[in-house]
């Protein structure tokens, strides 16, 4: 590949640019829905959801709660939990079979925040920067459940500038705007993507409730690659292609099946040669491989 | 997950275990940080008054997740969430009795909304709660101790007459009026705060604080004799004799 050439531009040649943008659309229209749906309260009085991402209420009936705010208070010594069990339930069931990381790139408020970091590391081509194990996200989540246990509070909810972001936007932001402000920085200069793709506890909590998740996206039509390397520039979890794209994965399958996926369909957008789709992934077996392309269709 | 494990076993042991060892103290100092900043933002200041039916503030720390459902259920302005830089825990639901006390609403809209019982639905009748305690924190200005008749804490308290009393004492001054003394009755203050906001001085001279900070409490030892004998129904010792009171001045 090479460097003067903009990522993605095979792409809207082949496929327009709406058809090259198609999931980034989406997921932008999908985060800020989910803002207008919070906000819509407070600014204009109307009240589809109450509360905000650590526990609302939708319609005055479904009750939607954060399961890893409601571990900590397990672990923290509350263990009476009411309605915010059935929430945190409903929530685990959805993202098990959605995938857990698609709160990542279609939900938390966070994600335009480090999306726009890398957006402005990638104009003023700054360097990688400090790129630890993906896997210190688990042991940041252990490290907060860790502390809830210790403290018997919820140690980490003082900082998490996740909830603070979400929180801050509906109730008020204080001084929460230093927080979103740090984790802007520290992608833009110390770590490239370094917030979602390896620090972040609610990206790793959520990440193993999907590991089993039956969406995913597949490398379906990888004979057909070019090796423009196109889906990796994009990604924001690169790791997780390989074992797909290469057939390098335990089963050889196209299924993308790392739980650091983020489902939030890049590849897909950036594919000129339509490799990559969503698909189910235990039905596999039984479902015969389309023969078009449904990739990139526009609709 | 076997692929990591693969590419793993391609790094040299000693890699393997600093790499392991370095994480490990990452995040043990990580965790320890985090507990501690946690412990220190524990304490809540004085003006902070959690809402009805809240638990005891190291039980309320550990079952709050901060959701803001009891915000936005509470009909007044009262409930806020505390903000990054506040001296309150981020994102726990707070009031401040002399900018909005609470209402104290019969159906209790704050409670029922709390979805994780960190508000105890246990509390159904809201002259139960307990949100703090109203304390004369200042004599030298209260109007009433000077003898004035402002009365406006006892008037606008929702438990008038049970939560505030006026006691009627001798006024020393004019030497033929009387001092109405606002007299606070922990038994029924629920510690809503519309004394506080009332109070007609710039500064208020009556406060909600937290009950910890108000409430003395007699040592486990002590006993009140005429308690005692009231409970008894008659004098403790027998056979016991009764003196004469030596009053001031040589009275009889």
């Known amino acids: 590949m090479s460097p003067s050439i903009h990522t993605g531009a095979a792409a809207i040649a082949a496929k327009g640019w709406l058809s090259a943008h198609k999931w980034l659309i989406l997921r932008r229209l999908s985060q800020f829905g989910f803002m207008s749906l919070f906000m819509a309260g407070p600014l204009a009085g109307i009240w589809f959801v109450k509360g905000n991402l650590n526990s609302s209420l939708t319609l005055d009936t479904l009750p939607l709660t954060d399961p890893l705010i409601l571990l900590q208070t397990f672990l923290a010594g509350h263990a009476v939990a009411d309605t915010a069990l059935l929430g945190a339930g409903i929530v685990a069931v959805f993202y098990a079979l959605v995938g857990g990381r698609t709160y990542c790139a279609f939900v938390c408020p966070m994600n335009l925040v480090t999306d726009a970091a890398r957006w402005l590391s990638k104009r003023l081509n700054l360097p990688k920067g400090w790129q630890p194990n993906r896997n210190l996200r688990l042991w940041v989540l252990g490290a907060v459940l860790l502390s809830a246990a210790l403290s018997g509070a919820l140690a980490w909810e003082y900082l998490n500038p996740v909830a603070a972001l979400h929180r801050g936007l509906i109730f008020g932001m204080g001084y929460t705007w230093t927080l979103v402000l740090a984790v802007f920085l520290f992608d833009l200069f110390v770590s490239r993507r370094g917030w979602c793709g390896h620090l972040c506890p609610t990206g790793a909590f959520y990440g193993l409730v999907g590991s089993f998740s039956p969406l995913r996206v597949s490398a379906k039509h990888r004979e057909a690659c070019n090796d423009c390397m196109d889906c990796f520039a ?10 797909a794209l290469r057939g390098t994965a335990p089963d050889g399958g196209p299924m993308i099946r790392s739980r650091d996926c983020t489902n939030c369909g890049r590849c897909i957008d950036v594919c000129a040669e339509n490799v990559f789709a969503f698909d189910v992934r235990y039905l596999k077996a039984k479902i015969v491989t389309p023969v078009s392309p449904l990739a990139g269709t526009g609709h | 997950m076997s692929t990591i494990n693969r590419e ?71 409930l806020d969430l505390a903000r990054f830089g506040e001296e309150v825990p981020l994102g726990t639901p707070y009031f401040v009795a002399r900018d909005v006390p609470c209402e104290m609403c019969e159906d209790i809209p704050c409670v029922k909304a709390c979805p994780t019982g960190a508000l105890d639905p246990e509390l159904t009748n809201i002259d139960d709660a307990r949100m703090g305690l109203a304390v004369i924190t200042d004599q030298e200005t209260c109007l009433n101790y000077q003898g004035l008749r402002c009365d406006v804490c006892y008037r606008v308290c ?49 406060r909600v604080l937290p009950r910890h900070v108000v409430k003395g409490q007699i040592g486990d030892h002590y006993r009140l004799g005429w308690v005692e004998k009231e409970k008894k129904g008659k004098a403790l010792i027998d056979g016991i004799v009764d003196l004469p009171d030596r009053l001031p001045g040589g009275a009889p």
């Open chain 1, 234 to 243: 994009v990604c924001p979890e690169p790791h997780v292609i390989s074992p």
């Open chain 2, 8 to 78: 793993q076993a391609a790094i040299p042991r000693r890699r393997v275990l600093s790499a392991a060892a370095g994480t490990a103290c990452g995040v043990g100092t990580f965790a320890l940080m985090t507990t501690l900043f946690a412990g220190q933002a524990r304490s809540l200041p004085v003006t902070a008054l959690r809402p009805p039916g809240a638990r005891p503030e190291a039980e309320f720390l550990s079952a709050c997740i901060r959701c803001g459902l009891c915000v936005r259920d509470c009909p007044y302005p009262t």
């Open chain 2, 158 to 206: 929702p438990s008038m007459g049970k939560a505030i009393t006026l006691d009627r004492r001798h006024n020393a001054r004019t030497q033929k009026h009387a001092i109405f003394i606002p007299t606070v009755h922990s038994d029924a203050c629920t510690g809503c705060g519309k004394c506080e906001r009332a109070c007609v001085l710039e500064k208020a001279a009556i």
